[in-house]
């Protein structure tokens, strides 16, 4: 795999859509996106920021439908890459109690990092729960498998507090992929926005 190819994975992989939401109503998020990329290998240690959209969909049978799409731009020594991203997924929600559940998810990814693309899939399981009415905090791990034989591990942790149909969310993702080389990326992402609950 190729320096590009290994950059654009990991950056690919850490930016997938949270379900950070509620999946029992409609919800779409506008957020700031901070980066901090770093591939030893490579000698790369970029800083990026960047913006990005996000929906949930409920459907029936505790089902949900997830789309993103973001755009940023990471820098190292003056050169800027421009990133963009789209996923799709779906996924599957449990209530474990009245205020905690237990949620499954699957992914497509496709991101765009100047001339080059990735595409690749993803799994996760997490745990979302109200702390009180209007704190949500939720955490997952996640499994990415891309093309050109890269994979890798993820774990994000988030939280919101609801205003009404408007809530604040926070979150950090922390990722580490390796190549079928050995070589390794490292990222964490720092994303704050709002949503929108229809």
Do not use: C
Request: charged residues 20%.
């Amino acid at each position: 795999m190729n320096k590009l190819s290994l950059i654009a994975a990991t950056i690919l992989t850490a930016t997938s859509f949270a379900a950070s939401a509620s999946h029992d109503k409609p919800t779409i998020e506008v957020g700031y996106i901070s980066q901090t990329l770093e591939a030893k290998s490579f000698g790369v240690d970029a800083d990026g920021d960047g913006f990005g959209v996000r929906g949930l969909m409920p459907l029936p049978m505790n089902t949900f439908l997830a789309a993103g799409y973001e755009w940023t731009t990471v820098e190292q020594a003056g050169i800027d890459a421009d990133i963009e991203q789209a996923r799709l997924g779906g996924g599957y929600g449990l209530a474990i109690s009245g205020s905690l559940h237990l949620y499954g998810q699957l992914e497509y990814a496709r991101l765009k990092l100047d001339d080059d693309s990735v595409e690749g899939f993803a799994a996760h399981v997490g745990l979302r729960g109200e702390v009180t009415p209007s704190l949500e905090m939720y955490s997952r791990i996640g499994y990415v498998d891309l093309e050109n034989d890269a994979d890798g591990y993820e774990a994000i942790a988030g939280a919101s507090y609801d205003f009404g149909k408007v809530s604040l969310f926070a979150e950090y993702k922390m990722l580490s992929i390796e190549d079928v080389d050995g070589d390794e990326s490292e990222l964490g992402n720092l994303s704050l926005g709002l949503r929108h609950s229809f």
